[in-house]
C-alpha cells in the first residue's frame, strides 16, 4: 500500500498496582493520522471498563522502525459519556474476545477491566446486554478505523512452490526449486519431504542460484537420502483488515489469564 505507514497503535490502562496493554496495527497516511483515530475509538473502548480501570495512555510508532512513537496521556483522552457505574476486578477476571478476518485469519483478546458483573454473572440480561451493546460499538469503530491484524500469509496469499531435490551443504540443506523467488535471509517453513534426514520447520535462506537454495541449519545434515515430496512456504508478515469481532466466553482465575499465577480459583468474594 503505497504512502502509508504500518502503525502500531498501543492502549495502556492500570487499576491500583495492576496494568496491562492491548496493541492493534492499521496503515494509515501518518503515526499522527493513526493517532486522531485512536483518540475517536478510545471513548468506545473506555464505555467496556467499570469503576477502577483508568485508560492510562495512547502511544503510536511506525511498526516496522518502533521508534519516533506519539504518546498521549490521560488527562488528553476523551472518556465519552457510556461509562458503567460498575466494579471491575482485573486480576482475575476478564472476556475473551476475537477479532478476524473471516475463517483464515484470527486474533485473540483478552478484554480486561469490564464490569465484574457481566463475567461472574453474563445471564445477568440487564447487565451482559449492555455489555454486547458497547462491545458491538467497539468492534464497529475498529473497522471503520481501518484497523488491522498483523498476520502470517496463510494459503492463496502466500502460496507454496514444490521442492525437486534435497541435497546435504555444509550450511545446511541445498533445496531445488525452479525459479524460487527467494534472496538471502528469507524465512520458509519446509513440509513434506520424505528421506532419512531431511529439513522439517523453519529456516533462513542463503540463495545459490535461481533455482537452488540453503535452508541454513547447523550442524550440517550430511547425507539426506531425499526420496520425494516436500514443499516450503515463504514466511510473509502482512495486514488483514479486522471485519468482525465476537465474545468467546468469560474467563475467571481458573480458565482464564490472571495477572500473578496461571493457575488456581477465583478469589471468593467476602461480605
Known amino acids: 500500500m503505497a504512502d502509508t505507514v504500518n502503525a502500531r497503535t498501543t492502549f495502556f490502562f492500570e487499576d491500583g498496582k495492576y496494568g496491562w496493554s492491548e496493541s492493534y496495527f492499521s496503515q494509515p497516511a501518518s503515526v499522527q493520522a493513526a493517532r486522531a483515530a485512536a483518540l475517536l475509538i478510545a471513548p468506545k473502548r473506555i464505555a467496556l471498563l467499570g469503576t477502577g480501570p483508568v485508560f492510562a495512555?495512547?502511544?503510536?510508532?511506525d511498526a516496522d522502525i518502533e521508534r519516533d512513537s506519539l504518546i498521549?496521556?490521560?488527562a488528553d483522552i476523551p472518556t465519552?459519556?457510556?461509562r458503567r457505574e460498575e466494579a471491575s476486578d482485573v486480576p482475575y477476571s476478564s472476556w475473551l474476545c476475537q477479532l478476524s478476518n473471516g475463517t483464515r485469519y484470527k486474533r485473540p483478546l483478552y478484554l480486561r477491566?469490564?464490569?465484574d458483573i457481566d463475567i461472574t454473572d453474563p445471564e445477568d440480561a440487564a447487565a451482559h446486554g449492555v455489555f454486547k451493546k458497547a462491545w458491538a460499538a467497539y468492534v464497529a469503530a475498529l473497522i471503520a478505523g481501518g484497523y488491522m491484524l498483523r498476520v502470517l500469509l496463510r494459503g492463496t496469499d502466500n502460496p507454496s512452490k514444490k521442492i525437486t531435490d534435497v541435497f546435504g551443504d555444509a550450511a545446511g540443506f541445498k533445496v531445488t526449486t525452479a525459479a524460487h523467488g527467494l534472496v538471502n535471509n528469507d524465512v520458509v517453513r519446509i513440509s513434506g519431504v520424505k528421506g532419512s534426514t531431511v529439513p522439517k520447520g523453519k529456516y533462513t535462506v542463503r540463495k545459490v542460484d535461481d533455482d537452488n537454495f540453503v535452508a541454513l541449519h547447523?550442524?550440517?545434515?550430511g547425507a539426506v537420502g531425499y526420496t520425494g515430496g516436500g514443499e516450503w512456504t515463504k514466511q510473509i508478515i502482512g495486514f488483514k483488515p479486522v471485519t468482525e469481532g465476537i465474545i468467546v466466553r468469560q474467563t475467571r482465575r481458573a480458565t482464564g489469564r490472571p495477572f500473578d499465577s496461571p493457575h488456581g480459583r477465583r478469589k471468593a468474594r467476602t461480605a
Open 57 to 61: 495512555a495512547i502511544r503510536v510508532s
Open 72 to 74: 498521549t496521556l490521560a
Open 80 to 82: 465519552g459519556k457510556d
Open 113 to 115: 477491566g469490564c464490569p
Open 218 to 221: 547447523l550442524p550440517a545434515p
